[in-house]
């Protein structure tokens, strides 16, 4: 077992129980699907009693902090970006999470949005581009939404994106992004909703993680690891200070 440094079990100053298991029942709840009231079952047959509520403020206070951990650790991918939106629900209304992947799968980023429209897909692209662990697109496909052109318009007009960049809209090659899409998509609907954008946003950064490791984009990650490996490795994000 991995013994986090004292600086990083800062972060779980004041919690019931020690962070390895605070981050086991995160990790089980984003990698499976289930319910907060299932990982609480699942804790209580260990002797461990958690409320299902507990569980769900620290998925919303260490998730968006393991995607921050992780990003250091991510391998380099290609400059060939898909990119595209799924549909979210979130209070009974539809909104929108932007991802792009390479052209071998590896995810680049993603942005939940409010708004399907050309500031939003630029706000996305701007976010995928300040990223380090990839260069810069020498091509970008998408589907051929209509707001897309405009926003790679201006970030080439402003310096932000490469002039010679292309943009190709070729909705077949999106395929891959669209086969990565149900990954995130079977998690959110075993969820049963979500009741706010911001706890919406928290967890599928979660669930974005779990993902990128699981296909192992991390160095140290292994594609398809077992709950085992991958609780380690959580353990070891939080292990490095």
Known sequence: MLILASP???????????????LLAVGWY??????????????????????????????????????????????????????DETYIRIKGKWRYLYRAVDSAGATLDFLLSAKQDAAAAKRFLVKALGQQNHPAPRV?????????????????SEGTLDSGCQHRPVPYLNNVLEQDHRTIKRRVNASQGFRSFWAAWRTLAGYEVI???????????????????????????????
């Open 140 to 156: 970008i496909n998408t589907d051929g939404h209509a707001a897309y052109p405009p926003a790679i318009a201006q970030l080439k």
């Open 30 to 83: 984003l990698r499976f699907s289930l319910s907060y009231r299932d990982v609480e079952e699942l804790l209580a047959e260990r002797g461990l009693l958690v409320d299902h509520v507990t569980i769900w403020r620290w998925v919303q206070r260490y998730a968006p902090e393991m995607e921050r951990r992780l990003r250091s650790r991510l391998k380099p991918t290609s400059d060939s970006w898909r990119v």
């Open 211 to 241: 993902h990128m490791i699981r296909k192992g984009q991390a160095y140290g990650s292994a594609p398809a690891a077992r709950v085992g490996l991958l609780h380690r490795f959580i353990i070891g994000l939080f292990a490095a200070t």
């Open 8 to 22: 990083v079990c800062g972060l779980f100053k004041w919690r019931q129980f020690e962070p390895e298991v605070i």
